[in-house]
């Protein structure tokens, strides 16, 4: 079976690459996503397979080789792009993640109650990747191994 990555899923221009490329601790310039991109630890999904539902069978395919499913909302555009309950169609643990918390704090309720609407539990992940906010406790809690 191939390695279980991290996958990250959100509209276009949300942070996804910025994100991936802060978890896999990788500093070279960024690339817009036009297919599925397996990083080290990650899977960086195009934002066009959320946008547009009949995609939606490719996202539960590249699914099967998550150990986690990261749900991006961007603080700084937090337009609604997911069905509600979405997060429900995946048996992986599913990590709501609020993006770009250094731009437009009052958005901060609206991308709370989109994850909610998604079918996301608490507690969310706030990151911002410039600021250096969030991202330590995310890794921490994707990737360090927890005694069964
Ligand atoms: N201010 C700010 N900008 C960010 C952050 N994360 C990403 N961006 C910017 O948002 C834009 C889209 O990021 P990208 O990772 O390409 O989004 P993707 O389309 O979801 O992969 C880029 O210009 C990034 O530099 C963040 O935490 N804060
Ligand atoms: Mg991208």
Redesign the pocket.
Same mark, same amino acid.
């Given at each position: 079976m191939r390695k279980k990555r991290v996958m990250?899923i $959100?509209?276009? /221009?949300? $942070?996804? !690459?910025?994100?991936? /490329?802060a978890l896999n601790e990788y500093e070279g310039p960024?690339?817009? !996503?036009q297919n599925i991109i397996f990083g080290k630890n990650t899977i960086?999904v195009? $934002?066009s397979y959320l946008e547009n539902p009949w995609m939606y069978k490719h996202l539960i395919a590249a699914a099967q080789d998550a150990s986690h499913i990261l749900i991006?909302v961007?603080q700084?555009n937090c337009k609604d792009v997911y069905s509600p309950g979405f997060a429900k169609v995946f048996r992986c643990p599913v990590l709501g993640v609020i993006?770009?918390?250094?731009?437009r704090p009052e958005n901060e309720d609206m991308c709370i109650q989109q994850l909610k609407k998604i079918g996301v539990a608490e507690p969310y992940y706030k990151?911002?990747?410039? $600021?250096g906010?969030g991202i330590g406790t995310l890794k921490n809690y994707l990737f360090t191994k927890k005694s069964k």
């Open positions: 990250v $959100g509209p276009t /221009n949300s $942070g996804k !690459t910025t994100l991936v /490329n960024l690339r817009k !996503t960086d195009p $934002g991006l961007d700084s993006t770009k918390v250094d731009l990151v911002s990747v410039p $600021g906010v």
